[in-house]
């Protein structure tokens, strides 16, 4: 008790950093789905070696203790044809030389991994991992020598789909917009087989989140390797049509594969107001820059908007920490321990309250000790679980993965 004095001038540090400080970093910690906007590293705003208006960026991953994240290749879904295809391709283009020229800008603080000794040795090393995965296949532009390109790139995850119907397999969400039939038994095209195929062959890992239902069946059915979802939630918590049933959990776990929990509002709390608010504001926004339609990538960042999601925050609360945890624990309770994982759609749309970007990521640590797990299992929901999948992914390929 006689310390208390002394404390008194670090009472400050001490709230801040407050349940942080209070256990050790994991072995490693792996964020599977971070997003980046298309003009990452290409204009100074999005240089993520400073701070930048990004919730993640090298200064907020070291001060946070976020030592690996997936940067993902996003293309939005738009028609099946020569020009569509065309458009994602060269969008696609563009966010890998982004990645590229984070780790060549940047090469003593964060390296490129390939491979799972890659991110254990850059965390020795203590340097930060950045690995790629791809969050819609039609960025493939519809031609399966790409998944040798994507490859050589440094994708080792590819996600068939994002929001809509495209050539490999059907969404969980399908849009009316670009002319989707309603869901049905249909799952993965001819096209989408030969894309699965090949990535068991190459080493990359297949990604369901986004998929729908039947996709995913289709694909357990399919994949020789074990399967991820790289940013999903739990159905039986929250109805809703990106959240995985109890049924996939366990197929997905039956495969030795893992499904990492993503602390996305929507997946988290169903909360009408907040998205008609929020489609609103979107609405709102585009109109004052003279656009037809909100384009994430053209809007997230103007002020306008984000003022508008601030007050929209104090309106309609995020989701916290406890009810990211109770999704966790959920998923463990059905598919076992060593099948879930953490992931954050950083720069997506995600973030709740207590994990608003990387520089808060031991506040996820330490909510998962407050919750009873142990050090053994927070080691495996931080990243252990889902290198165990990526190295079985690498065995299940022709030749290593190097
Ligand atoms: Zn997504």
């Known amino acids: 008790m006689k310390l208390w004095p002394y404390l ?119 340097v930060l991992s950045a690995m790629i995965g791809i969050e819609n296949g039609y960025s493939l532009g519809h031609d399966l020598k790409n998944m040798d390109w994507v490859f050589a790139q440094g994708a080792r995850y590819i996600g068939l789909t994002h929001v809509g119907h495209n050539d490999l397999c059907t969404s969980s969400m ?56 790289s940013h999903s939630g739990a159905h039986a918590l929250v109805n809703h049509p990106r959240n995985l049933p109890d049924d996939l959990l366990r197929a997905i776990a039956a495969k030795g594969g893992v499904v990492q929990a993503v602390a996305y509002k929507g997946f988290l709390k169903l909360d009408p107001g907040r998205e008609l608010a929020e489609k609103a504001l979107q609405a709102q926004v585009a109109k004052q820059a003279g656009d037809k339609q909100y384009d994430s990538e053209k809007h997230d960042f103007l002020p306008a908007y984000v003022q508008g999601m601030a007050r929209i925050d104090k309106a309609f609360p995020l989701p916290t920490l406890d009810d990211y945890l109770a999704q966790i624990r959920h998923m463990v309770d059905v598919a076992g321990i060593d099948h879930v994982g953490i992931a954050s759609d950083f720069d997506g749309g995600g973030g709740i309250d207590g994990w608003r970007d990387a520089s808060q990521t031991r506040n996820v640590t330490a909510a998962l000790r407050k919750a009873g797990f142990s050090d053994a299992d927070i080691a495996k929901l931080w990243g252990g679980n889902l290198l165990r999948v990526w190295r079985a992914v690498e065995q299940t390929a022709d030749a290593p993965a190097r």
């Open 8 to 126: 008194g001038a670090l009472a400050p540090l001490l709230l801040w950093t407050g349940p942080a400080a209070a256990g050790e970093d994991p072995p490693v910690t792996i964020d599977t789905h971070v997003d980046i906007p298309l003009a990452y590293m290409h204009e100074p705003r999005f240089d993520a070696g400073h701070d930048t208006p990004l919730q993640v960026d090298l200064g907020k991953m070291e001060r946070g203790g976020l030592n690996a994240a997936f940067f993902v290749i996003y293309v939005e879904q738009g028609p099946l044809n020569a020009k569509g295809y065309a458009k994602a391709v060269a969008q696609a283009r563009r966010k890998y030389e982004d990645i590229h020229l984070l780790v060549q800008r940047y090469p003593r603080r964060i390296k490129l991994a390939t491979t799972p000794e890659q991110v254990i040795a850059n965390r020795k090393a203590g």
């Open 174 to 229: 399908p849009t009316a917009e670009l002319g989707d039939p309603p869901l049905s038994d249909a799952g993965l095209s001819a096209f989408g087989k030969q894309v699965v195929e090949r990535a068991n062959r190459l080493g990359i890992m297949v990604d369901v989140s986004h998929s729908s239902d039947a996709c995913v069946r289709d694909v357990l059915a399919l994949s020789k390797a074990p399967v991820i979802a």
